[in-house]
């Protein structure tokens, strides 16, 4: 029977597989079976409007407030191409904040902000050539054709910089960006005011989901069903330091890990899974903090702590040692595995440099690297882009990295590195859904 002991085996393996994330379907049927009622705590809201400053290019006013009264905005025009004035991304709501038209090599920079942000970048009259837009020196965007919006990119809420390149195109072309920023409001799922659980990650559905009351540090469901299936959430934040989320599974465990800083909206973008298919059954799931994650239970003002239990839907495919999920979230989009890349899911082992085409003239493609006993790193090189993963060094057992999105309109060498005697690796590459 499958016990805590195998959830912690997979804790570092499912940790940063999913992120931000875009449209979700939340059939009413999803909302029946959230057994925890929505609660809402008295929050005191700013409604005061920001000003993003786009430094370089001048002032423009975002005026979208919390309440969601309305001043002078931007243009819903950039370049002449018609952008929303509010979009969706994780089912977060966005509101148009600042526009802006670039040219070739135009470099803005974005001021800290507290809500969250997104860019699309918006081209007309490129003809067969393409735009594309870098965060920080990263591509993050692009866009070809006669007249194009990209689909929005989360960006950094920090002090970042932005970057136009135009590639091929006609002397006419002409290149903006569209700034959204959040709305302060919350995706659907359960939340506790501040945070929510998302009634749906990529093919996940949520099935329980509850925060400790205010004043309280604990938070318990119950679900029905089978483990192979079941995801489970947590979700601590506090500006104390030391303090430890733990969480059982049926009295059996814990897994732990530290609580955070940040006030994060989303409560439920990364989870655990179980290895093997255990019982069916009725199974409660608790969450506690510690002072320190050997010390007794604590109680302590100001934390927030919750959890959650999805049902995943979408197929798992054993990749160098690690059941890898088909459909995961990534930069704000549902992305789902693609089998047919040459040598996808090949598993190579230590010492050895391995590489693959991957063609998007089509679209988007998302590079995801499973790697086990030794270092490994890919790297990626088109025509238009070139880009690298961060290095995942996992000797405890397999563990899986979001490498990144190689951009459409281009055909990538992406190689990947594995450097230890002991070391495996594998490419895996995914499609928008």
Sequence with gaps: MNTLDDLRETLHRHGDAVADHERHARPAAVRARVRIARRRRTTTLA???????????GTVTAVVAPDGT???????????????????????????????VL???????????????AVSLVATGLGSGAATLYEEGEAVGRVRGAEAVDVPVPVSTLGTTLRVEVDGAPAGA???????????ALAEGVDNGLAVFRSTVGAASLLAADFAEAGEAEASVTFRGGLATARIARYCTSEEPGLWVHVDLDGDGPISGQCSAEDATDAGPSWYSL????????HTVRAYLTRGERGPE?????????????????????????????????????????PLVPGTGDTFRGEHDWSTVVDTADGDALAVLVGDGGLVRATWQGRLSRGS????GSRVGPALLVGGVLLEGDEYDVRVLARG?????????????
């Design 47 to 57: 409604t005061a409007a920001a000003v993003v400053l786009l430094a370089g290019v």
């Design 70 to 100: 309305e001043g002078p905005g931007p243009a819903t025009e950039v370049v002449g191409v018609t952008v929303a004035d509010s979009i969706s991304v994780s089912g977060f709501p966005y509101a148009l904040s600042t526009t802006e």
């Design 103 to 117: 040219d070739d090599g135009d470099r803005v920079r974005l001021p800290e902000t507290t809500a969250t942000r």
């Design 174 to 184: 002409r290149v903006g960006v569209a700034v959204y920023e959040g709305t302060g």
């Design 275 to 282: 290895d093997g298919p255990g019982p069916v059954g009725d």
């Design 298 to 338: 604590v109680r302590p003002s100001g934390a927030e702590v919750g959890v959650a239990v999805y049902r995943q839907s979408a197929p798992t495919v054993a990749m160098a040692g690690l059941d890898v999920e088909t459909v995961i979230e990534h930069a704000g989009r549902t992305w789902r595995l693609d």
């Design 389 to 392: 993963s961060a290095s995942l």
């Design 421 to 433: 005697t002991g070391a495996r690796a594998a490419l895996l590459v995914y499609r928008p859904l």
